[in-house]
Antibody, heavy 120, light 110 residues
Framework: EVQLVESGGGLIQPGGSLRLSCAAS????????MSWVRQAPGKGLEWVSV???????YYADSVKGRFTISRDNSKNTVSLQMNSLRAEDTAVYYC??????????????WGQGTLVTVSS | QSGLTQPASVSGSPGQSITISCTGS?????????VSWYQQHPGKAPKLMIY???NRPSGVSNRFSGSKSDNTASLTISGLQAEDEADYYC??????????FGGGTKLTVL
């Protein structure tokens, strides 16, 4: 059974840094595309970042240069390092497993999410 | 990275059918068959309902169906049930190797 468990969320001041982690079970992270998707309170879903099985990474314009996605194959985890945090980064962050083809991909499985609150 | 356009809300009575539209561009919806639909109940994680425009994952009711024409995808729910009341989001792969979501549609079952 596929399971994704996020951790690392919390309250952080503007300008601060936070690292989210996603522990996967039931499949191998390194063989899959993995994404982070966020949802601000009362708002819609916003795709944040993806790491391909081959290691390529892509980011939404809103987080490019501030967020970094990575994975630890030995621990079967995916992480999102978030720097220079802003109030508008406040959201529930979901870890997701994607289904990928040579011509595209999409989110299939979702974790339960972890809340990040950026506030002074 | 503009989001896909969905109606903010739709409603229908039990047993009726409703359709939610999702309009993108020639760089996302119009260019790829990687359009997905997600259902989200309050306080819960999204759930995949339709993938690759019109395919249903195992366990999803056949009352849910998807289609696409040019830059617009659609989700149709037939035989509305109270449990269908939720937020629905479309998404599409884009030519920038990213994913884009719609703003979401709140479905109310009257």
């Amino acid at each position: 059974e596929v399971q994704l468990v996020e951790s690392g969320g919390g309250l952080i001041q503007p300008g601060g840094s936070l690292r989210l982690s996603c522990a996967a079970s039931g499949f191998t992270v390194s063989s899959n595309y993995m994404s982070w998707v966020r949802q601000a309170p009362g708002k819609g879903l916003e795709w944040v970042s993806v790491i391909y099985s081959g290691g390529n990474t892509y980011y939404a314009d809103s987080v490019k240069g501030r967020f970094t996605i990575s994975r630890d194959n030995s621990k079967n985890t995916v992480s999102l390092q978030m720097n220079s945090l802003r109030a508008e980064d406040t959201a529930v962050y979901y870890c997701a497993r994607d289904r990928a083809y040579s011509s595209g991909w999409y989110v299939v499985y979702w974790g339960q999410g972890t809340l990040v609150t950026v506030s002074s | 990275q503009s989001g896909l356009t969905q109606p903010a809300s739709v409603s229908g009575s039990p047993g009726q059918s409703i359709t939610i539209s999702c309009t993108g561009s020639s760089s996302d919806v119009g260019a790829y068959n990687y359009v997905s639909w997600y259902q989200q109940h309050p306080g819960k994680a999204p759930k995949l309902m339709i993938y690759e425009v019109s395919n249903r994952p195992s366990g999803v009711s056949n009352r849910f169906s998807g289609s696409k024409s040019d830059n617009t995808a659609s989700l149709t729910i037939s035989g509305l049930q109270a449990e269908d009341e939720a937020d629905y989001y479309c998404s599409s792969y884009t030519s920038s190797n990213t994913l884009v979501f719609g703003g979401g549609t709140k479905l109310t079952v009257l």
